[in-house]
């Protein structure tokens, strides 16, 4: 997560009350989870190696893991991309994610049936937290909700400004579609060149934070971005000084 738990709930005022977290992977945000006390936590996972391997690592009290592949649709039989890394498997194909990622490779394909999260969730276990991490469908796995969407306060996402899966959900239309719920984007953090990034949404019902708050999180921001910007830049004077070297010889 580009904007961390503890970043979350110091600077944006949330009161959550517990997490849906789709696409679990290796649950990296448990910790994050239980020390900020946003349980209990709902995982799902479509691959079923880490969903069995969550149930093992974490707390029964605090965490429900899910194998299922959230889609807008259910029961639709549909092939996943199994990638090197894990963390780039994704329903759709790589589109500029092989250009700038060229060491990540599919691997393998899973055969799965979708579901949407309104036929594994019920209103009263629903909680006002989501975290979406589902490389380009997180739209589609949006419109899943259904009517338990009266029940979310908060949605943090991963979203794209540029095709990175090949026909993925892009920011403009994730904007519109929360824009209909009383959702609206406070803050965005991008992958400099790559076209990828997370997204915080909030409701109405988040009331508005302090002036300090929101200061906190301009320089967390600027924290954000101030190594990537120094990579680019080194990355760019050794491209230079190459050439010139080559030119000079």
């Not at 394909?109 to 019920?122: C, E, G, P, V, W």
């Not at 908060?154 to 540029?162: L, M, Q, S």
Request: with cysteine; proline share 2%; charged share 25%.
């Amino acid at each position: 997560m580009f904007i961390t738990v503890s970043e979350l709930q110091s600077d944006w005022n949330l009161s959550v009350n517990g997490v849906l977290h789709i696409g679990a992977h290796t649950g990296e945000e448990a910790d994050q989870y239980e020390n900020s006390s946003w349980t209990p936590v709902i995982w799902i996972e479509a691959q079923p190696d880490l969903a069995r391997d969550l149930r093992q690592k974490l707390n029964p009290d605090l965490h429900t893991v899910i194998e299922a592949t959230i889609f807008d649709k259910n029961d639709i039989e549909l092939s996943m991309n199994i990638s090197s890394n894990s963390q780039s498997s994704s329903l759709l194909n790589f589109g500029t994610h092989k250009m700038d990622y060229p060491e990540i490779t599919v691997t393998n394909n899973l055969t799965i049936k979708t579901k949407r999260i309104d036929a594994l969730i019920d209103k009263k276990s629903m909680p006002n937290f989501i975290n979406l991490d589902i490389q380009g469908v997180e739209l589609k796995a949006l419109k899943s909700l259904g009517n338990l969407i009266s029940k979310v306060s908060v949605i943090y996402t991963e979203v794209n400004k540029r095709q990175v899966y090949k026909e993925c959900d892009l920011i403009e239309d994730i904007d519109q579609f929360l824009a209909s719920y009383g959702f609206r984007r406070v803050s965005t953090r991008w992958v400099i060149g790559a076209g990828w990034g997370d997204a915080l949404y909030l409701s109405k019902k988040v009331k508005r934070r302090s002036f300090m708050q929101f200061l906190r999180s301009q320089v967390q921001t600027c924290k954000f971005y101030v190594p990537q910007i120094k990579s680019k830049l080194k990355s760019k004077t050794r491209f230079v000084m190459k050439n010139f070297n080559q030119n000079n010889h």
